[in-house]
């Protein structure tokens, strides 16, 4: 069985950090682009981050840029996502897609999806 399993989330003051964990089973990933999205109560899910199966290409939303860092260690099937300088507005599950070929459109299909994390960040 194909999964995707997220994990790392909390409950954190503003200010403070967390790291995700996104790790892969069943296949092999390595081979996939790698994205982040979150999806906050009452709103529709939206991009967060994606990374090139090499790592050498990374792409974020605007709002994350210069917080947030998105990586992966192909070896352990996993993607990361260090999130610092949380904000309550960051607050949202976060959930890590796959697809096979790297994008930078935030709206591209994604074919592999985890359940979600829930971070939760207070003021």
């Known amino acids: 069985q194909v999964q995707l399993v997220e994990s790392g989330g909390g409950l954190v003051q503003a200010g403070g950090s967390l790291r995700l964990s996104c790790a892969g089973s069943?296949?092999?990933?390595?081979?996939?682009?790698m994205g982040w999205f979150r999806q906050a109560p009452g709103k529709e899910r939206e991009f967060v981050a994606v990374i090139s199966w090499s790592g050498g290409s990374t792409y974020y939303f605007d709002s994350v840029k210069g917080r947030f860092t998105i990586s992966r260690d192909n070896a352990k099937n996993t993607v990361y996502l260090q999130m610092n300088s949380l904000k309550p507005e960051d607050t949202a599950v976060y959930y890590c897609a796959a697809r096979a070929h790297y994008s930078e459109y935030v709206y591209a299909v994604y074919d592999y999806w985890g359940r979600g994390t829930q971070v939760t960040v207070s003021s």
């Open positions: 069943g296949r092999s990933f390595s081979g996939d682009a």
